[in-house]
């Protein structure tokens, strides 16, 4: 679990990196691309795992049209007025999704992708080790792209100094779209990869989008690499607790973990601020 | 020109005076969470209103709620979205600023404890239809009234049936697993088992409560699978129940018998979804759709409800308009809103089991406010439906033991 965490945090480690927004809807975005899958899936018999283009292409659009028809209205405006447009964003998507499919539970039957692998006596869920794989790729991929493509150096260049990228002839706007874009397929290919083998309601994105911003916090804003790695320690962090203290304490070691690290250092592992 | 002044000036005086001669409105707070298949309430509502006809004495007598000389009753829903804070604030807003005459509510039983309170200080009649933790009935509280078995009552069912089932097949059940969700539900459940556990003499190798909409439960079903109980007990929502019967088959759990405690494991979205992967599974309920074509009233319930909601009657609406009705029955009887004639009028409550469609005795409170006609039965997960496999006397299943496991399954 803990690299679909790490792949949900890093979309919003992305955008916060780039314009230092908080995105409150992205649990709202993780929920849409699971229906994208669902509907993927009940509508043209498509298995998620071959669906993700499709997830990850439309949760991209609507990152897209988000920071065009919202972010950039209220970029330079408060930093309230940032915080409530996503969280206002959050609470519309969440109405929207229950007023047109319901708040009924939908769950994907028969995956591609099931069963299960025994490794020394531990058993693992071929879903969950299928998209810790997908989401370990999409993040190297995320990584190349960061790195070594014009544009990926574009965005970071953007991220480090909007104005001094803006001077080298860098689009920003343009820049903080596909930021949007590309942090929105990230959670896009999470929610397509979690439809596998989790339920499906209006209501779904909120747990994980709290242990996403967790994970971001714990690796340090706005850096996305460490993200991963914070991803990682949340899920051991879940599970161990869970395996050897009590599973009703998992979260609190989980939180327990991310307030020790914050009272050490404020700004995450590797955060930079 | 005075004239029509004057006759202006009377008319308006008049209007307000025709308005109060009407009689009022019946308001009733109703507070669910949004889930709620709010149908089953509005029936009720007809009901007493007379739209709707549901021709056996009970339900004729409440009809046009003469006791109210006609008053019309009015539901007022609100969403708890089953969050404690969120029921205390909205059942505060019913009664402050709406002025219900009482409170239907809340499903969640930690949601029920705290809206309960907003009313219990107000002195406004609360009436709890679903909600099963033992608890609520025991804060000796005045002007709380509920309906439904409690956990006691289910867990009770469970045991007996345990007993009669070994007694039956000839089988030995000794150990059990159980796995509860963190809120009042599930640890008064969990308690609960665990006390008639050891009255029955049973061994208990697993006792384990688990964080509520977890976002995984691996770890919870790994140590289910090393424990490996005869039975395993779960007590859940809904969410996690789904979570529950995926993470099994994923880890190849294979539990020889499940016995869950209704909720998650009996809602319409667990049985749609999980339908033939939950095979098997036992829970504990208070009436089930099977039962419908046995009892009368509840077939006439059925016949109207189903071609509203599109699906048959089962659990929870079915609690829902047994518990609305039971209030509306005692307002009438009442013959005024007032607090202290409706809650009299409840405590004097006797509403016979042939009335009812659920398979219990009657309803009758006794001081705690709790219903003392219930009866549970234990259904099975068949074929993607439930059936009622105990009382062994009004089964329309045999128990299928044990569970065939995944490799098996088609």
Not at chain 1, 199 to 209: S, T
Not at chain 2, 137 to 147: I, K, P
Request: hydrophobic share 50%; net charge positive; aromatic share 10%.
């Amino acid at each position: 679990m803990g690299c679909l965490y790490a792949l949900i945090a890093a979309g919003l480690s992305l955008i916060f990196g780039l314009m230092e927004i908080v995105n409150f809807a992205h649990g709202e975005f993780l929920m849409l691309a699971m229906y994208v899958a669902f509907f993927a899936w009940s509508l043209a018999h498509l298995d998620p795992v071959l669906a993700l283009p499709l997830t990850a292409l439309a949760l991209a659009g609507l990152g897209w049209a988000t920071y065009w028809g919202l972010i950039r209205r209220v970029l330079g405006g408060p930093m309230l007025a940032q915080i409530f447009a996503t969280f206002g964003l959050a609470v519309f998507l969440r109405s929207g999704a229950q007023f047109l499919w319901g708040v009924d539970f939908r769950t994907i039957k028969d995956p591609l992708l099931a069963g299960r692998l025994s490794v020394g006596g531990v058993f693992l869920g071929l879903p969950q080790l299928a998209a810790s794989a997908l989401a370990l790729l999409a993040f190297l991929g995320l990584w190349l792209f960061l790195r070594h493509s014009e544009t990926g150096l574009a965005l970071q260049a953007t991220a480090q100094d909007r104005q001094a990228a803006a001077l080298m002839g860098i689009d920003t706007q343009r820049m903080f779209a596909l930021g949007w874009a590309i942090g929105s397929a990230c959670v896009g290919v999470a929610g397509g990869l979690l439809a596998m083998f989790f339920y499906i309601f209006p209501d779904v994105g909120g747990a994980f989008a709290l242990l996403a911003y967790v994970a971001v916090a714990l690796g340090g804003f706005g850096n996305v690499p460490a993200t991963l790695l914070a991803g990682v320690l949340v899920g051991l962090a879940e599970v161990f607790a869970g395996l050897l203290i009590a599973p009703a304490m998992k979260y609190a070691v989980v939180f327990l973990l991310y307030l020790a690290v914050v009272l050490w250092r404020p700004q995450g592992l590797f955060g930079r601020f | 020109m005075r004239l029509v002044i004057a006759l202006a000036l009377a008319l308006i005086l008049a209007v307000p005076a025709l308005a109060a001669a009407q009689p009022k409105d019946l308001v009733i707070g109703v507070v669910y969470p949004m889930s709620v298949p709010a149908c089953a309430l509005e029936i009720a509502a007809e009901i007493a209103n007379g739209a709707t006809d549901l021709p056996f004495p009970f339900y004729q007598r409440l009809k046009g709620m003469p006791g109210l000389k006609g008053a019309r009753v009015r539901l007022i829903f609100s969403d708890h979205q089953g969050k404690p804070e969120i029921g205390q604030a909205e059942a505060e807003r019913l009664i402050t600023q709406e002025k219900v005459a009482a409170l239907v509510c809340c499903w969640h039983s930690n949601v029920t404890a705290t809206a309960s309170q907003v009313a219990e200080r107000h002195g406004v009649p609360f009436l709890n239809a679903e909600s099963s933790s033992p608890g609520l009935t025991a804060r000796g509280f005045q002007w709380f009234f509920r309906t439904s078995p409690h956990d006691g009552h289910f867990t009770q069912v469970m045991f007996e049936f345990f007993r009669d089932f070994q007694a039956k097949r000839g089988v030995k059940l000794k150990t059990l697993g159980l796995t509860y969700e963190d809120t009042t539900f599930g640890s008064d459940s969990g308690k609960v088992e665990k006390e008639l556990a050891q009255k029955y003499g049973y061994d208990v190798i697993l006792d384990l409560q688990y964080r509520a909409r977890a976002t995984s439960l691996q770890s919870e079903v790994q140590r289910l699978k090393a424990a490996n109980p005869d039975v395993w007990m779960p007590t859940s929502y809904q969410t996690d129940a789904i979570l529950f019967v995926r993470t099994s088959r994923e880890l190849d759990y294979n539990p020889r018998m499940i016995m869950a405690q209704n909720s998650g494991h009996i809602s319409s979205d667990f049985v749609k979804e999980m339908g033939k992967e939950a095979e098997g599974t036992l829970t504990r309920a208070p009436f089930s759709t099977d039962l419908i074509g046995k009892r009368p009233v509840a077939t006439a319930l059925n016949a109207i409800y189903a071609k509203r909601a599109g699906k048959d009657l089962y659990d929870f609406p079915a609690r829902a308009f047994t518990g609305i009705m039971t209030l509306l029955d005692a307002i009438n009887r009442a013959g005024s809103t007032a607090p202290d004639a409706v809650r009299r009028a409840l405590v004097a409550t006797n509403i016979p089991g042939d009335q009812l469609i659920m398979t219990w005795e009657g309803i009758k409170f006794d001081q705690t406010g709790q219903n003392t006609g219930v009866k549970g039965i234990i259904l099975q997960m068949q074929g993607g439906k439930y059936h009622t496999v105990y009382p062994f006397d009004a089964a329309t299943r045999d128990v299928i033991y044990p569970i065939p496991p995944w490799k098996d399954r088609k």
